[in-house]
């Protein structure tokens, strides 16, 4: 298992310096974060008005594991459909855009909606420690990016629906992690963080599978 995530993960150079700003003080791999961005985005979304179809939980920059940024997209009764952001910091959320229909045409009727209410902070807690065993040995745990929960949904244009199975719901995440010894590089008197990420997608048993973008 090791070796498939290894041999599946991208290599990326960011900044060295990390952003620090609008620190939450929520680590991205613990339930009690997971608990507070949910509650968050319940009291933000008006469930008479809206269905969720999709929601991202994002850490703050690269490699903070500050999960501080909740990302939704949601469906009207008119059919329309739009994303918007949370902050854990208290900011104020963005504004509703537009989602494109092109690829996102969702139906409200016909869209069962993502159940904020039987999402458990303890289970996605749980899935981020299991994908941390399969870091291949020699590299060190740095941040989760990413955790998202996305339903399927129609798309505007036909070509996009291939493979799909309307109201299939998915979960996924992305784990970056650093190579022992090699974490940093230089040139010219500027420094990269040399890091590599994986996508883990949960399986309907529960199980985690590694599979390449």
């Known amino acids: ?12 150079a960011a900044l060295c310096a990390v952003s620090c700003d609008a620190i939450t003080g929520c680590p991205a ?11 968050l985005t319940r009291k933000s979304v008006d469930g008479e008005r809206f269905k969720i179809y999709s929601v ?4 703050m920059s ?5 999960l501080g940024l909740v990302t939704v997209k949601m469906v009207n009764k008119d059919d329309q459909a739009f994303s918007q952001s949370y902050y854990l910091s208290g900011l104020e959320p963005t504004d509703l855009r537009e989602v494109q229909s092109v690829f996102e045409s969702p139906e409200y009727e016909t869209t069962v909606g993502i159940d904020l209410g039987k999402l458990s902070p303890e289970t996605i807690a ?3 420690a299991q994908a941390k065993t399969m870091l291949p040995e ?12 996305e339903e399927e949904v129609p798309a505007g244009m036909e070509h996009y629906n291939r493979n799909k199975v309307m109201g299939r719901q998915t979960a996924s995440f992305t784990i970056r992690f650093t190579e022992d010894g090699k974490e940093t590089e230089s040139s010219a008197g500027k420094t ?3 890091y590599y990420e994986g996508k883990a997608t949960v399986n309907p048993d ?3 599978s590694i599979k390449d973008n």
């Open 126 to 128: 749980a899935q981020i």
């Open 29 to 39: 791999d613990e339930a009690n974060s997971y608990a507070k961005a949910i509650e």
């Open 206 to 208: 529960g199980s985690l």
């Open 62 to 66: 690269e490699l903070s594991n500050d």
């Open 1 to 12: 298992m090791q070796k498939n995530f290894y041999s599946l993960i991208t290599a990326i």
């Open 56 to 59: 991202s939980f994002m850490e």
């Open 192 to 194: 990269s963080i040399i």
């Open 138 to 149: 020699g590299h060190t745990f740095k941040s989760v990016g990413c955790y998202e929960i």
